[in-house]
């Protein structure tokens, strides 16, 4: 089975320092989404992709996140500088798009640790 | 925007017993109905969708039901085996043949299938 690959799959850091998770989507997948999961707020959205271009990016802080499309097998999200409240499981999902296909596919996720 | 709201939050059953989670949604516009699957340490996994055209969808174990009209739809798991205990969520889109791309979760069900 295609899968989304998410590197890495944990990071402990000390508050200040940058952070970057990747994430390669399945290949065809033209659509390319950023998800937060915390006990307290459940999975949120930060950003979005199609074709590589962002769509919406209105879930993240512009101030210290950023999230990038280098080529069509790369997402990127950075955090600069980590604080601990960034502590949380970090999930990219792919997915066609196009007239009635939908289904987004998650990666296992990157559990970041801020200290 | 889009909110949804997911009940129970935890759910217990016996192996064999039925389990039924619902949710409801705000936005009338919203078209398509993913539920998610998500084990420990793992991403959530898509087990089955319904968009707004379809009343009901079964895949063998599994059903979802929606009612436009009242704004919910529901996850109904019969014969329930100890692997189907997980956490479960729903979710709203706004995308099916649309621009808009991002899943609104609910907060998750989380099911124990006791033998």
């Known amino acids: 089975d295609a899968r989304v690959t998410q590197t890495p799959r944990h990071k402990v850091t000390e508050m200040g320092q940058e952070v970057t998770m990747r994430c390669q989507p399945i290949l065809g997948h033209n659509t390319v989404f950023w998800y937060r999961q915390t006990m307290m707020q459940g999975l949120e959205l930060l950003a979005y992709?199609?074709?590589?271009?962002?769509l919406d990016d209105s879930g993240m802080p512009k101030d210290r996140f950023s999230a990038e499309m280098p080529d069509a097998t790369l997402a990127t999200l950075k955090i600069q500088p980590s604080e601990p409240r960034d502590s949380a499981v970090y999930f990219c999902a792919s997915g066609p798009w196009g007239e009635g296909r939908q289904p987004q596919h998650f990666g296992d996720g990157t559990r970041l640790s801020i200290l | 925007g889009e909110n949804v709201e997911q009940h129970p939050s935890t759910l217990s059953v016996q192996e064999g017993d039925s389990a039924v989670i619902k949710c409801t949604y705000s936005d009338s516009a919203s078209n398509y109905f993913p539920w998610y699957k998500q084990e420990l340490g793992k991403g959530p996994q898509l087990i089955i969708d319904?968009?707004?055209?379809?009343g009901e969808k079964k895949d063998q174990r599994i059903a979802v039901t929606l009612n436009k009209t009242a704004k919910h739809f529901s996850l109904h798991i019969t014969e329930t085996q100890p692997e189907d205990s997980a956490v479960y969520f729903c979710?709203?889109?706004?995308?099916?043949?649309?621009?808009?791309?991002?899943?609104?979760f609910g907060k998750g069900t989380k099911l124990s299938v006791k033998p």
């Open positions: 992709f199609r074709n590589r271009a962002p």
């Open positions: 979710a709203a889109s706004l995308s099916y043949g649309g621009s808009q791309g991002n899943l609104i």
């Open positions: 319904i968009r707004s055209n379809v």
